[in-house]
Each structure stands twice: as C-alpha cells, then as structure tokens.
C-alpha cells in the first residue's frame, strides 16, 4: 500500500473511489443489467467496481474511468453468462427453451424482451450495442476497446440495432 | 409495454435511464472491498450537537475528524491525495469513534478510547499531537508549555501550528492548548467553538 501511495501522489490526484461509484454506478449497471437477470447483475455490479477499486491506484490520473468501468462490467457479465450456461439446465423446463431464458423476471418494462434479444445477437453487435447504448461510450473508445475500426465499430452497431428492431417486432405476440 | 417496443426505435428503450441504485448495494460493496483489504480509507457524516461532522479511518484507526467550515468534500479529497484514493463511505468502521464523539460533546464520555492513526501529522507536529492527548478534560496549557513538553520549548509557532493543524481535533484535544495570555487561540472549526468546548469541560 504505501508504494501504491507513493505512485499515487507522484502521478497526481485521483477523485476519491466513492466519487466514481457515485458518478458511474447507474451506467455500470444499466450494462450488467443488459446481459444478466436483476440478482445476477448486482453481483456483477459488485465485482466490476471491487476489481476496478483495486486497480485504481494505478490507474493514470487523465485515464477515461467511464471506459475502463464499462469494458470490465461487459467482461465481467459475459463471464458470468457463460458460467450459467454450463451450470445444468432445470429439469421442469421446456427442453427447447432457450437456454438463457431469465428465471428472475423484471417486471413488464420489456427488459427481459430486450434482454433476450440482445443475446440473441452475435457477440460482437452485442458488445459494441451495449457500450455505446448502455455505456455511452464514444465510437472510438469502442473500437479501441474491441480491437476494430471505428467504422467497423458503427456497422456492428447499426447492424446490431437493426437486428433488436427486427427481433422485437418479431417477438411481439 | 410491448406495444412500445414494436414501434419505439430500440436503441431509445436501451438508453432509458435507470431507477436509482438501491443503498443496499453500496452496502454489500462497502462490505466486500473491505474484506478484501481494499478500504484504505473509510468515512461518515455524523449530526451533532456542535453541527455535522466527518470522521474517517484508515484499517489502523481514525484519521480525520473534520468539521463543516472545511468543506467535507474538500476534506474528503484531500484524504484521497494524500492517504489513498480507494475512499468510501462506510460508515460501519467509525461506529465506535461516532459515539464516543457525540458522548464527547453531550458531556457523557470525557475521555476518548480509540486507536489513532497519526499518519497526516509528521515529524514535530506529531510529537505535539502525542502530548496534547495527555492533557486531561478540564485543564489547558498554553503553547510555551506544550512546545516545551513536545521536546522543542523555543518552537512555540510549530507548536502552535500543530495545534491548528491537528487532524483529529475534539479526540485530540488542542483545543485545550491557549495563548499564554489567557486568550483563546485560534481554531480548526472557528474560536467560538473552541470557547465552547472550554467552558463545556470546565462545567463539568
């Protein structure tokens, strides 16, 4: 701790860890809450910031947290995504169900419609969606962040909307 | 709502804003990062009778008492300047300083058992610090007498600039350190509530 505080005060001031929670906490979890059911994107909302406050110290002080907190919750729900899918799928279900199919309901605000849309969409429309809709992150953090052209980054997520759209009116009963 | 979502364009249903996260949450987080030993620095907001005040700790003990003429954001990131960015609010670890402080200013607890974390005071200022807390409820001394005390009786401005300087005050009682020519002295939370405080303990 005390050479993590050193480099702290050599690089100069960060805004005190409850400052981001308070400033970032909505926008991590509208991301959590884009992948996962209500209780599971809590314990991803938990996760994202402990990960992201024990990095803090060292994070550069000019460093775009918005960005930083984003890619780690997005990373942090597929994880916990994928690890749900392995775990056995209830007997009493329907076997052709899909196996996503959320067992914590939110209620008629159509997050669940959304939610089983958005992971219906190849995993890169979906990721680029989800950081520039629920992130709000620019296209050029998007690119940087999956690694794409930022005109790459503008197709998956036009494509990715384009494919909610036609899955939303599709679903509509 | 479905009929919402077949005209609505999606990318206007994914931008919606979110209900306000639940305190319960911040709870369980607080709780977690503490476990995991990344809460360097705790703190709280407390009512009192003398106004609110802001305490904080790091693992080892209080830190920072602060009062409202300070700024408690300001103090707050001072604290992650100079002690850690990792601050919380977290209440939990400053229960016991919270009412030992209010106990304090209501005239029930005259003596302060807290572990103290003297990290923000250094070199001479923390020597004065360390002799100011022997100085018992009711009684003052002046400035000569604590510079004298702390190891250094020509460095009677250090002294007192310890004493406005000290960053737990009411738990480290420079208020009861005055001018030598009986005057009151200057105070971190203002002279009237030094004044205050004197003649609270000498009531007593």
Not at chain 1, 83 to 104: G, K, N, S, Y
């Amino acid at each position: 701790m005390t050479a993590a505080r050193a480099t702290s005060a050599r690089r100069g001031s960060r805004p005190p860890f409850e400052q981001v929670v308070e400033e970032h906490g909505p926008t991590v979890m509208r991301v959590c809450r884009a992948i996962l059911d209500p209780v599971d994107a809590e314990d991803a909302w938990i996760d994202t910031f402990v990960s992201a406050m024990r990095a803090y110290p060292e994070l550069q002080p000019d460093s775009n947290v918005r960005g930083w907190l984003v890619t780690i919750a997005h990373n942090r729900a597929v994880d916990v995504l994928r690890a749900a899918r392995r775990r056995p799928v209830p007997t009493e279900r329907v076997p052709d169900q899909h196996l996503t199919t959320p067992q914590v309901t939110d209620g008629a605000d159509g997050r669940d419609e959304l939610r089983a849309a958005l992971d219906a969409l190849a995993p890169k429309q979906r990721t680029a969606v989800v950081y520039r809709h629920l992130g709000d992150l620019p296209y050029p953090e998007i690119a940087q962040a999956m690694g794409t052209s930022e005109a790459a980054a503008r197709r998956n997520v036009s494509d990715g909307i384009a494919r909610l759209r036609t899955r939303l009116r599709k679903d509509r009963p | 709502m479905t009929e919402r979502l077949d005209d609505v364009d999606p990318a206007v249903l994914l931008d919606g804003a979110s209900a306000p996260l639940p305190s319960s949450l911040h709870e369980r987080f607080v709780a977690r990062a503490d476990d995991e030993g990344l809460l360097d620095v705790a703190y709280t907001t407390i009512d009192t009778r003398i106004g609110p005040l802001l305490l904080a700790a790091s693992p080892r003990g209080l830190l920072r008492v602060a009062f409202a003429l300070e700024g408690f954001d300001a103090v707050v990131a001072e604290l992650a300047d100079s002690v850690s960015p990792r601050v919380l609010r977290a209440p939990g670890r400053l229960d016991a300083a919270a009412r030992q402080v209010d106990g304090y200013l209501d005239g029930t607890v005259a003596a302060f058992d807290l572990p103290l974390d003297l990290q923000l005071a250094r070199g001479f200022r923390r020597d004065v610090l360390q002799h100011l807390r022997t100085i018992p409820y009711g009684r003052t001394e002046s400035y000569t007498v604590a510079a004298r005390a702390a190891g250094r009786p020509a460095a009677v401005r250090a002294a007192a600039s310890a004493c406005s300087h000290n960053p737990i005050p009411l738990v480290i009682p420079c208020h009861r350190v005055v001018r030598s020519d009986g005057s009151i002295g200057a105070y971190r939370g203002g002279a009237a509530l030094k004044r205050d405080l004197l003649e609270m303990e000498s009531a007593a």
